[in-house]
């Protein structure tokens, strides 16, 4: 079983600033896919960014070049900077774990924290 708790959300202002943080318990972080969602009221939950156990990492079209994800394995911690933020970010980001196998595969998600991007 994996643990996942976000932290960093808040009330920011167009074209500031966040760093959300996830800190994952109760297994091996390192083997993990990590990825960062958000849902938006009346919207559907959408992937803003993902790495994979070997570095690989993806990027929604939208908040390419003012998002960056990156990971610390040895802290089994997963961030996302979020730069140039723009209301339409406003959502609920929530932090994932992902697995697959031949026989299983393991989905784990944190409880979500709030992003207000508002003047």
């Known amino acids: 079983q994996v643990q996942l708790v976000e932290s960093g959300g808040g009330l920011v202002q167009p074209g500031g600033s966040l760093r959300l943080s996830c800190a994952a318990s109760g297994s091996i972080f390192s083997i993990y896919t990590m990825g960062w969602y958000r849902q938006a009221p009346g919207k559907q939950r959408e992937l803003v960014a993902a790495?994979?156990?070997?570095?690989?990492?993806n990027y929604a079209d939208s908040v390419k070049g003012r998002f960056t994800i990156s990971r610390d394995n040895a802290n089994n911690t997963v961030y996302l900077q979020m730069n140039s933020l723009k209301p339409e970010d406003t959502a609920v980001y929530y932090c994932n774990a992902n697995r697959v196998l031949i026989w299983d595969n393991y989905d784990y998600w944190g409880q979500g924290t709030q992003v207000t991007v508002s003047s």
């Open positions: 790495i994979t156990s070997g570095g690989r990492i």
